[in-house]
């Protein structure tokens, strides 16, 4: 009896640590999007324009304040959609568990393909065009040469795309965060604007398609039903500045 007990829990410990690490499912596989099709190249690092954005992107730094400089490294310490919390009211993904399933989902997609536009444009970071700027993190190695798009900004507007059709009363505020959250990547010399702007563009596309997609509507249906009972619909509050 207690062999089958003990064999029992086994199975049980087995079965939830399996379904803890599922992978989620990607609905977006390699081919969906074909990179040189949805955005431009870059422009060439010894490029009038790209010194141009290397002189921007030292102009938003110099001429940022201490609390919007401690704002954009704590933006670009965090890659998931709990940045939404500081604009949304109750949004803890702690105490949301469908719609802490739904941007699993979400990022798992996004990243996939932010990872395919990334290694077909190649393009470096602008610290390592110019040693005049400094990240504001240390850089990772998987950091190197994939500047374009921004991955931050377009897990950003992916997950902006869909969690304002989740929460429509507070669409502008959510659309005007992840906005800030993109310009943030260039206040800390992680990208140029160019990159930002690309991972807007490829942001906005990846959720508008994921939105559509059948296979996502369970988990669209469950989040929209839990969040309607945990947000209040009160006037937003604004983005931060």
Not at 97 to 111: C, D, G, I, S
Not at 171 to 185: D, M, T
Not at 207 to 213: D, I, N, W, Y
Request: glycine residues 4%.
């Amino acid at each position: 009896m207690n062999r089958q007990r003990t064999a029992l829990l086994i199975a049980i410990i087995t079965g939830l640590s399996t379904a803890s690490w599922a992978k989620p499912p990607l609905l977006l596989p390699p081919g969906t999007f074909e990179p040189a099709q949805i955005l431009p190249a870059p422009p060439a690092d010894d490029s009038a324009e790209a010194e141009a954005e290397r002189a921007y992107i030292k102009a938003a730094h110099s001429d940022a304040t201490p609390e919007q400089r401690a704002a954009a490294r704590q933006d670009a310490a965090n890659e998931s959609v709990r940045f939404f919390a500081d604009t949304i009211p109750g949004f803890d993904l702690d105490q949301l568990p469908a719609t802490r399933a739904l941007f699993k989902t979400v990022r798992a997609n996004e990243r996939e393909q932010t990872g395919i536009f990334k290694r077909h444009f190649n393009r470096r970071r602008p610290y390592q065009v110019d040693t005049g700027i400094t990240p504001c993190l240390p850089p990772k190695n998987f950091d190197i040469n994939a500047s374009d798009p921004s991955g931050h900004t377009s897990m950003a507007f992916s997950s902006a795309v869909i969690l304002a059709d989740l929460l429509p009363d507070y669409a502008p505020a959510i659309l005007q965060r992840a906005e800030l959250f993109g310009r943030h990547r260039i206040v800390c010399g992680a990208h140029h604007p160019f990159d930002v702007r690309s991972g807007q563009v490829l942001g906005t596309l990846i959720g508008v398609s994921l939105l559509k997609s059948p296979a996502l509507q369970p988990q669209l249906d469950a989040a929209r039903a839990e969040l309607s009972k945990a947000i209040a619909k009160s006037t937003p509050i604004k983005a931060p500045l």
